[in-house]
């Protein structure tokens, strides 16, 4: 395997539960010894798909420690007045903020006790697809030496050495869709109490049309606060380039944030701007010699929480095939990018309607009427009628689905709230009978 990032340390302890011989190599010299920059999310939001994966392994427990539930949405406008939107509607229903580097560690930690091998320090630089000869090269840059590997399976996430040699060597055609926003991170620090000094338990947003502010919480009572901002243009990243103009910025934006940012000029120069966007791969393996999986295969805007969730349910999904179709890894990774291709389109998709969702849409009263309406028709159709955002977040139907459901759930929100301001003035009975008309009465069962 090459990386032992999120899905990468995953999947080898799958593997090597199944008793396979699982080798490791990973460019960066090992976190759980050495501090490494972490170049980007310091936390991230753990959801159901992923939770389910790490469960299946057994890891699920110790991974829990690191978590802190987020119940909802915690909007911040521009007075500093709060409103908390919750994310389900029962209280299991709740996303997990998780440290990267801490659940990296874990996942390394349970791969090697498992079985598997990690070389760190070793950058994939190229595959040979003819001679199945895999290309290393060590992090002094020096030496460079090759090994037989077929079956790799490539976790080198977004940028992946594998899917450019696969460009490279056999003409894959593949599409990276860079957003023109980027994102910078910033730190909330603990309260002088040791405290979270905002509610610890929601992830908070300053939706500002178009860009935003938001922040997770950490174990240790602080907060990371990622920025999403255009690129060029007024503002962005490149409208902010004088300490007086970032601080006029953010107090004329984020008043109730910058009072709990004391370090946002240090901060915001010397950290990276980072980039997102969304690759489109044509193809994810390579006879019965390759696979891409995770950001390898599907890298996709942050959005909606899911690109290591979805990671994680590939780890699961490919641990089925290999279960079907034992020994055949031809077979195997077929079947694995048949079926999974088109739900990483859809979470892909999804994702970047949530940009604009969190950042501008939350803001209407419609959209917040919507919300609600959603958790009603869910108390009366449960199993039927599923908010979008929980079949993705908190169910396990297959993504592709959750959007076809989605757009028919839309439709129905849109024709029962376009003439009306409240809850209370709701047409149940209508609502009731264009549901059985269009969902029916079959409750969806993951
Ligand atoms: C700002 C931001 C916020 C996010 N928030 C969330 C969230 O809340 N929830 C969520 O589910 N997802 C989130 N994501 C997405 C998530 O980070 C990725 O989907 C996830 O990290 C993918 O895991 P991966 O293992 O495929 O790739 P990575 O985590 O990128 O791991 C790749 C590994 O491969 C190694 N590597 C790279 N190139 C080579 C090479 N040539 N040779 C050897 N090793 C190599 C790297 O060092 C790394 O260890 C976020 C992403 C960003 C950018």
């Known amino acids: 395997m090459i990386g032992a990032g999120l899905a990468g340390s995953l999947l080898a302890i799958f593997l090597a539960r199944r008793g396979f011989k699982v ?15 972490a170049g980007r999310s310091i936390n991230l939001a753990l959801a159901h798909r992923g939770i389910r994966a790490l469960k299946h392994v057994g890891i699920f427990e110790q991974v829990s420690k690191l978590l802190i539930p987020m119940r909802g949405r915690m909007l911040h406008d521009k007075q500093g007045r709060t409103a908390l939107t919750p994310y389900g509607r029962t209280p299991t229903e709740v996303i997990h903020s998780i440290s990267r580097p801490g659940l990296n560690k874990l996942l390394m930690d349970a791969a ?44 080198d996430g977004g940028g992946s050495a594998v899917r450019q040699a696969m460009v490279k060597r056999l003409g894959v055609k593949v599409v990276e869709d860079l957003l023109p926003h980027g994102y910078k991170e910033l730190t909330i620090p603990a309260g002088a109490d ?79 701007t980072g980039l997102m966007g969304t690759v489109h791969s044509d193809a994810w393996h390579v006879r019965d010699q390759v696979l891409l999986l995770g950001d390898a295969a599907h890298a996709m805007v942050p959005f909606h929480g899911q690109g290591m969730n979805c990671a994680f349910e590939d780890c699961l999904i ?3 095939c290999i279960e079907k179709y034992a020994g055949n890894w031809g077979k195997v990774f077929t079947e694995f990018e048949s079926q999974r291709k088109p739900d990483a389109e859809a979470i892909a998709a999804m994702a970047l309607e949530n940009y604009v969702e969190m950042r501008d849409a939350v803001r209407d009263p419609k959209f917040q009427l919507q919300k609600k309406l959603g958790f009603l028709l869910e108390e009366r159709h449960p199993g039927v009628f599923v908010p979008r955002y929980s079949l993705v977040m908190f169910h396990h139907l297959p993504y592709s689905e959750a959007q076809r459901r989605g757009a028919i759930q839309q439709q129905i929100l849109d024709a029962l709230t376009a003439h009306i ?4 003035a709701v047409d149940i009975k209508q609502a009731d009978a264009v549901i059985y008309e269009k969902l029916g009465t079959r409750k969806i069962t993951t």
């Open 112 to 155: 090697e006790n498992a079985g598997a091998r990690i070389h760190f320090g070793q950058r994939c630089d190229d595959l040979d697809f003819d001679s199945g000869n895999l290309q290393l090269v060590e992090d002094s840059g020096r030496h460079s030496h090759t090994v037989q590997a077929p079956p790799v399976i490539a976790t």
């Open 421 to 424: 301001g409240s809850i209370e």
């Open 318 to 320: 490919l641990d089925r």
């Open 194 to 272: 040791g405290r979270h000094p905002m509610e610890r338990e929601a992830l908070h947003i300053w939706p500002r049309g178009g860009y935003m502010l938001i922040a997770l919480p950490n174990l240790d009572g602080s907060f990371t606060v990622t920025l999403f901002l255009p690129a060029q243009g007024i503002p962005s990243f490149a409208s902010l380039e004088k300490p007086a103009t970032l601080r006029a910025f953010f107090a004329n934006n984020f008043p109730d944030a910058l009072q709990f940012l004391p370090d946002l000029e240090n901060e915001f120069y010397a950290h990276p």
């Open 23 to 37: 080798t490791v190599y990973e460019r960066q010299p090992d976190m759980r010894h050495h501090t490494i920059p």
